[in-house]
């Protein structure tokens, strides 16, 4: 099945659907997705930014510290 008839059997779908409670429920996945997109490109953004300005933590000092903790 290809994008278009994907997004055609999910509009019969919801068409179909007569519980107002599961159509909330759909609502907030697709609200949830935007957000979760949204906020992953937000840090997304921040980490390349961290990446340029150099700070960062040299993987091989986050090894030592697991060992450390992992002393405890």
Avoid: C
């Amino acid at each position: 099945m290809g994008t278009i008839e994907l997004k055609e059997f999910l509009k019969a779908k919801i068409d179909e659907i007569d519980n107002e409670s599961f159509l909330h429920e759909i609502n907030a996945i697709f609200k949830n997705k935007s957000i979760d997109l949204s906020l992953y490109n937000y840090e997304l953004q921040q980490s390349e930014m961290d990446i340029e300005l150099g700070d960062v933590i040299p993987h091989n000092d986050v090894l030592e510290k697991i060992k450390e903790w992992k002393k405890r």
